[in-house]
């Protein structure tokens, strides 16, 4: 998977300004972040987009109507150490309460 990393100017190769802390500058990182990528775990996104509470962030988009879907899993920190219960993030193509068959 290509991931974009911050620049020296702290933005995404989108554009994003990674020093935006408002919580519409997060959610848009966020979205926009998985669109492009597909997911992105609470790891990630603390790391990559600056969010500090990714599920917060995930929670109000999902009221705006975006379907987002959430996996739980085991995984690792930068220090190697394993995690339970660590949330991957996924951007559903269906529309929101419709069920793929």
Same mark, same amino acid.
């Given at each position: 998977?290509?991931?974009?990393?911050? +620049?020296?100017?702290? &933005? $995404?190769? =989108? %554009?994003? #300004?990674? =020093?935006?802390?408002?919580?519409?500058?997060? &959610?848009?990182?966020?979205?926009?972040?998985?669109?492009?990528? %597909?997911?992105? =775990? +609470?790891?990630?996104?603390?790391?990559?987009? =600056?969010?500090? #509470?990714?599920?917060?962030?995930?929670?109000?988009?999902?009221?705006? %109507?975006?379907?987002?879907?959430?996996? $739980?899993? +085991? $995984?690792?920190?930068?220090?190697?150490? @394993?995690?339970?219960?660590? @949330?991957?993030?996924? $951007?559903? +193509?269906?529309?929101? %309460?419709?069920?793929? @068959?």
């Amino acid at each position: 998977m290509d991931k974009k990393k911050p +620049t020296a100017k702290g &933005r $995404l190769g =989108n %554009g994003s #300004r990674l =020093n935006d802390t408002s919580l519409p500058a997060q &959610r848009l990182r966020l979205l926009e972040y998985m669109r492009q990528h %597909g997911s992105i =775990n +609470t790891f990630e996104a603390i790391r990559l987009l =600056n969010i500090l #509470r990714p599920g917060a962030r995930i929670a109000e988009l999902r009221a705006q %109507g975006h379907d987002i879907r959430t996996h $739980l899993a +085991t $995984l690792a920190d930068d220090q190697g150490r @394993a995690h339970p219960n660590v @949330a991957t993030y996924y $951007l559903s +193509t269906d529309p929101v %309460g419709k069920v793929a @068959a």
